[in-house]
T-cell receptor
Framework: QKEVEQNSGPLSVPEGAIASLNCTYS??????FFWYRQYSGKSPELIMS????GDKEDGRFTAQLNKASQYVSLLIRDSQPSDSATYLC???????????FGSGTQLTVLP | EAQVTQNPRYLITVTGKKLTVTCSQN?????MSWYRQDPGLGLRQIYY???????DKGDVPEGYKVSRKEKRNFPLILESPSPNQTSLYFC???????????FGPGTRLTVL
């Protein structure tokens, strides 16, 4: 059974702080990992993709992947009120490219 | 502009009245997929298509049909909608040498 779990929210951080979002997945053969941001009533928007163990940085965002621990995280540095949204962890497994989402973590950045 | 489009964006209908939600992408993507999103249940895959004339069930296919006659289009068909199909629906596509899925703007469906 494919499963993706995210740390329960909601999560609140002050403006300028680091927001840390975590995700674990159950299928050991998972190959591709994504973080999407979703504003209320809008479609998911890709923030980061990561495929190899280690860190991947893009501006204020850093994704971290540890396949041995089946763990992927997203760090948001210098958080801004505009970062307030629901963050979705998603994992692809197998040749069918089926994308399984976690339930999301709602982040609020307080001015 | 590379995009995934869906129509209609909002739809209110009644139980049993057949409807189709269209999805189109202009990125020449092979893979297309439909999801529904419900509070507390997250995004769940309904159907997907790996290429023209190749479709398969996702996690929640009951009550839905799809077709993929052309590469760019992937319509979602509800032949006899029921109130439990009230939801927010997203179409997505991916292709080339990446698994990244790009989402359409969503269709909010209410079945009375």
């Amino acid at each position: 059974q494919k499963e993706v779990e995210q740390n329960s929210g909601p999560l609140s951080v002050p403006e300028g702080a680091i927001a840390s979002l975590n995700c674990t997945y159950s299928d050991r053969v998972s190959q591709s990992f994504f973080w999407y941001r979703q504003y209320s009533g809008k479609s998911p928007e890709l923030i980061m993709s990561i495929y190899s163990n280690g860190d991947k940085e893009d501006g204020r965002f850093t994704a971290q992947l540890n396949k041995a621990s089946q763990y992927v995280s997203l760090l948001i540095r210098d958080s801004q009120p505009s970062d307030s949204a629901t963050y979705l962890c998603a994992v692809i497994t197998g040749s069918a490219r089926q994308l399984t989402f976690g339930s999301g973590t709602q982040l609020t950045v307080l001015p | 502009e590379a995009q995934v489009t869906q129509n209609p964006r909002y739809l209110i209908t009644v139980t049993g009245k057949k409807l189709t939600v269209t999805c189109s992408q202009n990125m020449n993507h092979e893979y297309m997929s439909w999801y529904r999103q419900d509070p507390g249940l997250g995004l769940r895959q309904i159907y997907y298509s790996m290429n023209v004339e190749v479709t398969d069930k996702g996690d929640v296919p009951e009550g839905y049909k799809v077709s993929r006659k052309e590469k760019r289009n992937f319509p979602l068909i509800l032949e006899s909608p029921s109130p439990n199909q009230t939801s927010l629906y997203f179409c997505a596509s991916s292709g080339g040498n990446t698994d990244t899925q790009y989402f359409g703007p969503g269709t909010r469906l209410t079945v009375l």
